[in-house]
């Protein structure tokens, strides 16, 4: 790793959101000795080791409504001081290093997947436990159906159809509409009993001069389903007019697409996360077939592999292909060269040190208009890591394409900006502005324009919640709600930002004017689920991936993926 030597981090002194929206800060450290300049204790200054993983997680008392977790302590050399529980990525609450037990709200019947992890008081995080997933029963039997949709109405703009329609009602609350397009589920939208869910849906790209027959099914939190509605009959026009024109599955995927080049020669490589090689196949999906296995990968029970690709701007004459993927310590940036097959033997590994952990991994990778490599660093579940400008986590790192530090970059290592929690999206605008698409925790997404040295503010501030008055940080353009965003990937095709986002289950469309974003608007609503990469195709359209299983693990082969093309209107 190219950079300064980590200075030590004082996590303890910083506030988290939890998701109940309330603060939550470690207590004052408690420990004899002169202080260093962080503010630390010397002892603890020179601590860097972290705790191990707490180990045998488990539920003591699950209820509709909570759950109550234990777990056996973990280990450290100088002592544990918090441990900080997590479900799927999101940081829950956190309790003092000498419980190891904790009694937390759940959602009846919504499957979490719950963990822990250790901190010491010096700020180093362990890896993760185990996960333990929860599906709390609900409260009581339900097994009224919501009663059936009305006044089911279609409106045609060229090959997109808007369907509109009264909200059903249910003795407990509605929570989701099917939309069926000839008998056939094409999208499906969520809500929960204080936030219903919308009465409307555009299906985009039909064909042409088409009759195509719609329904609307209600359904409930304990899978009742409605009567589906009367039917309406829409008739397309005789060419697209929207900004959408279609889609085309190219292929299929067992295991999880993450990153996805387009060659100079149109050729495609994706990497599959979990199985930890590249893929190689024509644009049309055809002569699909493994180019090789990228040395040294591991996975971490959550999000870590193969992640970000990137090709050289020299590809024609260097072969290099750029791969961000995590080990059993780090997660680390390559470059291996490709000539019909991946030549490991000439990999070169530029940057190491990268934290690692279950979640926030980071991993998009990006070249600039000034020949640079852009990475998107998560903090590993570190938050104070994000605001240490000498250590790697939670960052949009910047570095020459052989690795070395570009010299000016604003702090004198790979930094560029910082005060990210997990980003996973970039693109560059024909300004060659540099934009980040950054998840939050459980309150905001962040679209961002990132500066050099900009600080973007976390783990203070959430998108604009939080402690976001500060002068230092730079907001964001953007933002959007959680449950509707989980974005992960973004691609700018002539100044239009297209946006991936998985919880969401759409793709955002926004254009770029100035340092804002308009006319934003929202497609394949739930079409097909959640949606993890899109990058531009080498004819000015989208390559678009999903990630609708398996995404949560490092199991090979356990997903039923897609990855689509999708053609642009004027």
């Known amino acids: 790793m190219r950079t300064r030597p980590r200075q030590p981090r004082h996590l303890a002194s910083l506030a988290l959101l939890t998701c109940a929206g309330t603060l939550l800060a470690g207590a004052p450290v408690n420990a004899a000795g002169p202080a260093t300049a962080s503010g630390l204790p010397a002892r603890l200054a020179a ?34 001081a918090f441990y900080d529980i997590y479900h799927d990525g999101q940081l829950v609450t956190a309790v003092s290093g000498t419980t190891l037990t904790a009694t937390l709200t759940a959602v009846q019947g919504s499957t979490w997947g719950w963990y822990v992890n250790a ?29 059936t949709p009305t006044d089911l109405t279609a409106r045609v703009n060229g090959t997109d159809v808007t369907l509109t329609w009264s909200a059903a009602r249910d003795n407990i609350a ?18 929960t009993a204080t936030r219903p869910p919308s009465t409307s849906f555009t299906d985009t790209g039909l064909a042409v001069n088409t009759d195509f027959r719609y329904t609307v099914v209600a359904r409930d939190a304990q899978g009742n389903s409605s009567a589906a509605s009367a039917a309406v009959t829409a008739h397309t026009g005789p060419a697209c007019t929207s900004a959408v024109c279609g889609t085309t599955v ?30 190689a196949m024509n644009p049309d999906g055809t002569g699909k077939h493994s180019i090789g296995t990228v040395p040294n990968t591991a996975g971490t029970n959550g999000e870590g592999g193969v992640l970000g690709l990137a090709v050289s701007p020299d590809f024609a004459v260097d072969r290099w292909l750029y791969i961000y993927h995590t080990t059993t310590t780090d997660n680390r940036i390559v470059r291996i060269r490709y000539d019909t097959m991946l030549r490991t033997e000439t990999e070169q590994v530029l940057v190491t040190g990268i934290p690692r952990n279950k979640y926030h991994n980071g991993g998009r990778l990006r070249f600039g208009p000034d020949g640079m490599l852009y990475a998107a660093a998560g903090d590993g579940q570190s938050p104070d890591r994000a605001q240490d400008v000498n250590d790697l986590g939670g960052k949009v790192l910047r570095l020459n394409p052989d690795g070395t530090v570009p010299p000016d970059n604003p702090f004198g290592n790979y930094v560029w900006s ?7 999206g970039l693109a560059f605008d024909s300004q060659g502005r540099l ?19 900009g600080n973007y503010g976390w783990p203070a501030c959430e998108g604009t919640v939080g402690d976001c008055a500060n002068p230092n940080f ?3 353009i953007h933002t959007y709600p959680v449950a509707e965003g989980s974005c992960s990937g973004i691609a700018i095709v002539q100044d239009v930002l297209y946006t991936a986002c998985l919880r969401g289950n759409r793709m955002y469309r926004a254009v770029i004017r100035g340092n804002t974003l308009t006319d934003v608007q929202q497609y394949f609503v739930g079409t097909y689920f ?12 989208l390559w678009l991936t999903t990630s609708t299983g398996g995404d949560k693990d490092s199991t090979p082969n356990n997903s039923n993926e897609r990855i689509l093309k999708v053609t642009l209107g004027g």
């Open 119 to 147: 901190r010491d008081a010096a700020g180093n995080v362990s890896q993760a436990s185990a996960t333990l997933t929860i599906t709390p029963p609900f409260c009581q039997r339900d097994t009224q159906r919501p009663t």
């Open 435 to 453: 934009f980040e698409q950054e998840f939050g925790n459980n309150v905001l997404d962040e679209t961002n324009i990132i500066v050099r040295g």
């Open 474 to 476: 730079t907001a964001p």
């Open 418 to 424: 910082y005060g990210h929690r997990n980003p996973q």
């Open 174 to 191: 509605v929570t989701g509409y099917t939309i069926l397009r000839d008998g056939t589920a094409v999208g499906s939208i969520a809500g």
């Open 530 to 541: 959640r949606l993890r990469t899109v990058e531009p195709t080498l004819d000015g359209n």
């Open 250 to 279: 190219v292929t299929t995927e067992r295991d999880l697409p993450w990153g996805l080049v387009q060659l100079p020669d149109g050729s495609v490589l994706y990497g599959r996360r979990d199985l930890f090689d590249i893929v």
């Open 47 to 80: 601590d860097t080791t972290p705790p191990t993983p707490p180990t045998n997680l488990r539920s003591t008392r699950t209820t509709c409504q909570s759950v109550t977790l234990a777990w056996s302590a973990s280990r450290d050399d100088v002592g544990v």
